[in-house]
């Protein structure tokens, strides 16, 4: 019976899916106090940094506050995810012309911009626990007009261009947390077992 159980639990461990979460976030969307250009017009390209805690598969970045002139929306930009800033290092993904889904978060603020919290998908980007940098350039308007991505003042590394440091932007990674390897999952039944033959024994001798 002991052992049946054992492989029971050992077999749900086995069984447990990934899970959907959010895997990092840099804040709200502010709106008001600042942006960055990320324009194709102008060649210009903002990067972030961003930590993973544990390995995980990115689906998507989302919360990207973008301002355009008042009348205007962001259609599409540039991304980049890479081990060092700015591009460099290993490219773990990256996507050229990516359409935005977006909606307005303010309609007209003081600097006579409208704001929008845009997103957009990510075809499955596997990450170990570290920190990465999301890099967003090349960003078309529906006018073709400046394109900029708002100050969040979040906890990131940030700078523009590759020279100048700035404010962290606004934005968040999602995806899903990678389940356990089959070694570590093994390695979790096992002390599972162990602990519950600890307590049968203890309870034969009471």
């Known amino acids: 019976m002991q052992r049946i159980w054992q492989a029971a639990v050992l077999a749900s461990l086995l069984s447990i899916p990934a899970w959907s979460t959010l895997l990092y976030t840099d804040g709200a969307i502010n709106g008001t106090f600042s942006a960055y250009d990320i324009n194709e017009s102008y060649s210009d390209e903002v990067t972030d940094s961003f930590t993973i805690s544990s390995s995980s598969t990115v689906t998507g970045v989302s919360n990207i506050g973008l301002w355009v002139f008042t009348g205007d929306t962001p ?15 290993t490219i773990e993904g990256s996507g050229a012309g990516v359409a ?19 997103s ?11 920190t ?13 007009n400046a394109v900029a991505w708002d100050v969040s003042n979040g906890s990131s590394t940030a700078d523009q261009n590759g020279t100048t440091s700035i404010p962290a932007e606004s934005f968040q990674i999602d995806g899903t947390v990678n389940a356990p390897e089959p070694g570590s999952v093994a390695l979790s039944g096992l002390g599972l077992a162990l602990l519950a033959g600890l307590a049968r024994l203890r309870y034969l001798k009471s």
């Open 132 to 144: 990465y940098y999301l890099e967003l350039g090349n960003a078309i308007s529906s006018e073709v």
């Open 100 to 118: 935005l889904t977006k909606s307005p978060f303010l309609s007209d603020n003081s600097f006579f911009y409208d704001v929008y919290s845009s």
């Open 75 to 89: 259609e599409t930009l540039s991304w980049v995810i890479s081990t060092s800033p700015d591009g460099g290092g």
């Open 120 to 130: 957009f998908s990510v075809s499955s980007v596997v990450l170990s626990a570290g």
